[in-house]
């Protein structure tokens, strides 16, 4: 599985990849080893570890648990003159085991963008993007005695989108694409996901991928570091398929990760996920996390 997620994302490199004939600054191979001067890149990946345990005789009450939590998130953004290049990519797993209960997950979130794009003003230029969210492994709805449902697992659901558009961007932190024209493809490629999920994430029976060609999407991002200790990271998208467009089809995704750092390597970090799709629940979904662990950054960034 982890092949699979490291292919996918190097093959949305290489679609972004094959506009880089207009780049001016990367006229063969061996120039383009040696240039990094245009490029801004990181990667942080942190650990977690929470662990309760209570005597037999403790009358408040308590159960014993361990849990474990890790993130991965990185970026390589190329800028020279009018062209810019952006890759992000985001993972986050962890489980949690309560005594008397097996070991069930506690997070799971796979997200990769990649972006091309062309300034045309100070603050606005035209782009094209892909992008996927998914997770790694199943999801269940837990049952009495054992009786757990599949509701979800990699590809089951998940989406692929492109856009072509315009993006504002007044600076460094914040960033606004807007895309009258975004195809999304929706996979379940799991076919016991609709013995538990009648309506399949969207996806007609007896096949695994949806297509939604006449679409918008309007996505932003914003990224500050409020101090040299506190950073928010922020992702907000809409998608509307033009065909069934109306109020409640909009979907909604709203994506915040807070990281308060303690020390060098120890750092407090608050994830959430705020989610509305019809086509998935026709209630608002919400996760978060709050954990207390290692998280170690490397930069270009000097």
């Known amino acids: 599985m982890k092949n699979s997620i490291l292919i996918l994302f190097f093959g949305l490199l290489g679609y972004a990849s094959q506009a880089q004939d207009v780049i001016e600054a990367v006229p063969s191979p061996v120039t383009a080893l040696k240039d990094t001067t245009y490029w801004n890149s990181e990667i942080s990946a942190g650990l977690n570890f929470n662990q309760a345990a209570f005597s037999g005789n403790w009358k408040s009450g308590g159960v014993n648990s361990v849990a474990f939590g890790s993130?991965?998130?990185?970026?390589?953004?190329?800028?020279?003159?009018?062209?810019?290049?952006?890759?992000?990519?985001?993972?986050?797993?962890?489980?949690?085991?309560?005594?008397?209960?097996?070991?069930?997950?506690?997070?799971?979130?796979?997200?990769?963008?990649?972006?091309?794009?062309?300034?045309?003003?100070?603050?606005w230029g035209y782009f094209t993007a892909v992008n996927f969210i998914s997770q790694f492994a199943d999801g269940f709805e837990y049952g009495d005695n054992g009786n757990d449902l599949l509701i979800s697992s990699f590809l089951a659901p998940g989406?692929?989108?492109?856009?072509?558009?315009?993006?504002?961007?007044?600076?460094?932190?914040?960033?606004?694409?807007?895309?009258?024209?975004?195809?999304?493809?929706?996979?379940?490629?799991?076919?016991?996901?609709?013995?538990?999920?009648?309506?399949?994430?969207?996806?007609?029976?007896?096949?695994?991928v949806r297509g939604e060609l006449l679409a918008f999407l309007v996505y932003a991002t914003w990224k500050k570091q409020i101090s040299e200790n506190f950073t928010i990271n922020s992702r907000y998208q809409m998608f509307g398929n033009y065909e069934t467009l109306s109020f409640k089809n909009i979907d909604h995704r709203l994506d915040v990760t807070l990281v308060a750092k303690i020390t060098s390597f120890i750092d407090v970090t608050f994830t959430s996920i705020n989610l509305y799709d019809i086509d998935m629940d026709p209630g608002i979904q919400y996760s978060q996390a709050l954990a207390l662990g290692v998280l170690y950054k490397i930069s270009n960034k000097k």
């Open 159 to 208: 989406f692929l989108t492109a856009s072509l558009g315009l993006e504002y961007k007044p600076n460094d932190e914040f960033a606004l694409r807007l895309s009258p024209f975004s195809p999304r493809l929706t996979f379940v490629t799991n076919t016991e996901i609709i013995n538990n999920v009648p309506n399949n994430y969207g996806v007609d029976p007896g096949k695994k």
């Open 71 to 123: 993130i991965i998130s990185g970026k390589a953004n190329y800028a020279k003159e009018k062209i810019s290049w952006d890759n992000d990519l985001e993972f986050l797993f962890g489980i949690v085991k309560n005594e008397g209960q097996g070991t069930r997950k506690a997070a799971d979130r796979i997200f990769l963008d990649s972006k091309l794009g062309y300034k045309i003003s100070d603050h």
